[in-house]
């Protein structure tokens, strides 16, 4: 395996928990605190600006920890490979813990804020390709 994708690996794989174990942390408040006070709607829409900033912040220093070049591509696949790791994790708990098919789990979403995530989704996906853009050639 080439030196470039182990480090594409890495990053991606850094880039996945730093977010995954923010949200795991914020997700925990959120349902706990927030849910019964707001409901599920609000306490989503509340919660993603803040995990957009995590995201933001998780991306640049992933990038830099790993020294991932400025290569679109590499940053790109960095943000895919976290992308791929942070749906298989969603999986797992939609599956195993929470007991639901992918399907009821689907349904369960509410459309606004289901719609708002799906959007950060996209985001973290393209974060590594847009933290330090003005650099990309």
Same mark, same amino acid.
């Given at each position: 395996?080439?030196?470039?994708?182990?480090?594409?690996?890495k990053?991606g794989a850094?880039y996945?928990g730093v977010?995954?174990?923010?949200?795991f942390?914020l997700?925990t408040i959120?349902?706990i605190?927030?849910v019964p006070r707001?409901g599920?709607?609000?306490a989503?829409?509340?919660e993603?600006p803040?995990m957009?900033?995590?995201t933001?912040?998780?991306a640049?220093w992933?990038?830099r &920890?790993?020294? %991932?070049?400025?290569? =679109?591509l590499q940053? @790109?696949?960095?943000?895919?490979?976290g992308?791929? $790791? #942070?749906?298989v994790?969603?999986?797992v708990?939609?599956?195993?813990?929470r007991?639901?098919?992918?399907g009821?789990y689907l349904?369960? &979403?509410d459309? %606004?804020?289901?719609? =708002?995530?799906l959007a @950060?989704?996209?985001v973290?996906a393209?974060m590594? $390709? #847009?933290?330090g853009?003005?650099r990309?050639?």
């Amino acid at each position: 395996m080439s030196q470039v994708l182990v480090r594409i690996l890495k990053a991606g794989a850094l880039y996945f928990g730093v977010v995954f174990g923010a949200g795991f942390v914020l997700g925990t408040i959120r349902v706990i605190w927030v849910v019964p006070r707001l409901g599920e709607r609000t306490a989503e829409l509340i919660e993603a600006p803040v995990m957009l900033g995590v995201t933001i912040l998780a991306a640049r220093w992933a990038v830099r &920890r790993r020294a %991932v070049p400025p290569v =679109a591509l590499q940053r @790109l696949g960095m943000g895919l490979i976290g992308l791929g $790791l #942070l749906l298989v994790a969603e999986l797992v708990v939609v599956l195993l813990v929470r007991g639901l098919t992918v399907g009821e789990y689907l349904a369960s &979403r509410d459309i %606004v804020s289901g719609t =708002a995530y799906l959007a @950060l989704l996209v985001v973290f996906a393209v974060m590594p $390709l #847009l933290v330090g853009r003005r650099r990309l050639s």
